[in-house]
């Protein structure tokens, strides 16, 4: 009698195993507008005095090992606070008055409008030493624009605040996002700094590039290259 043997296993296929995958999104967490879009510095929030403020540096010339009584310091701590005063004016800026300002009269024009090489300083809020560098910014405007100088100048206000080169791009992106309502935005910020350059690893020259895109710069890879392609143009 003929008996037949069948295998428990199944046949092996020689076809490769499907693997599935899922793609999950990704977008940048938004900024509250509470954070960035008023005067950092409130009216009613205490601060030291002026002359609290000459005090303390005072006490960091002490700590260095120098004589704050020498005659080429005696005038040392006045001028600190004031130019403290000038780099982190920004304190006491409010954005949303920058570009609340804007103008109808454009024809139409239905193309981003892009301000590059926006030269500014910053200090970095970890060392408290200068970053600089260019920032270039783009928009798509809904009807209607803003001043171009108006973007300089935002960039300005949230520079001379304490930084990190992620949250200045962050922020100018959301500000203009929040305030002139347009189809997109993009900011890209270069930058060398100093607590990089001159201190800890001492590497002169490294630049560090932070992006930030929304709307239809975020969704459409196309207008990014764009965008980029005019900021890195033969021009420069």
């Given amino acids: 009698m003929d008996a037949a043997i069948k295998s428990i296993r199944p046949a092996k296929s020689n076809e490769p195993k499907k693997v599935e995958t899922r793609v999950v999104e990704t977008r940048p967490a938004e900024l509250d507008p509470s954070e960035f879009l008023a005067a950092a510095v409130r009216a009613d929030q205490p601060r030291p005095s002026r002359a609290e403020a000459e005090q303390a540096v005072l006490t960091l010339l002490s700590y260095i090992g ?3 009584d020498r005659e080429g310091l005696l005038d040392t701590p006045r001028r600190v ?3 403290f005063d000038e780099l982190y004016q920004g304190y006491h800026q409010c954005p949303a008055e920058v570009l609340d300002r804007t103008f109808g009269e454009t024809a139409g024009y239905d193309d981003f ?4 090489d926006i030269e ?6 970890h060392h408290m030493m200068p970053f600089y560098g260019k920032a270039h910014i783009a928009y798509t405007p809904v009807g209607r624009v803003v001043g171009l100088s108006k973007l300089a100048r935002l960039t300005d206000i949230f520079a001379r605040r304490l ?3 992620e949250h200045l791009t962050a922020q ?4 203009i ?3 002139l309502k347009p189809r997109g935005v993009a900011v890209l910020i270069e930058a060398e700094h100093t607590c990089m350059s001159v201190r800890g690893v001492a590497k002169h020259g490294a630049s560090t590039f932070t992006s930030r895109f929304t709307g239809m710069f975020r969704d459409n890879p196309a207008e990014q290259q764009r965008f980029l392609s005019l900021v890195r143009g033969p021009t420069r």
């Fill in 66 to 68: 120098e004589d704050p």
């Fill in 81 to 83: 606070v004031e130019a």
């Fill in 113 to 116: 409008v892009l301000v590059r």
């Fill in 120 to 125: 500014f300083t910053s200090q970095c809020e």
């Fill in 163 to 165: 930084q990190t080169q």
């Fill in 172 to 175: 100018i992106a959301a500000a």
């Fill in 177 to 179: 996002d929040e305030i």
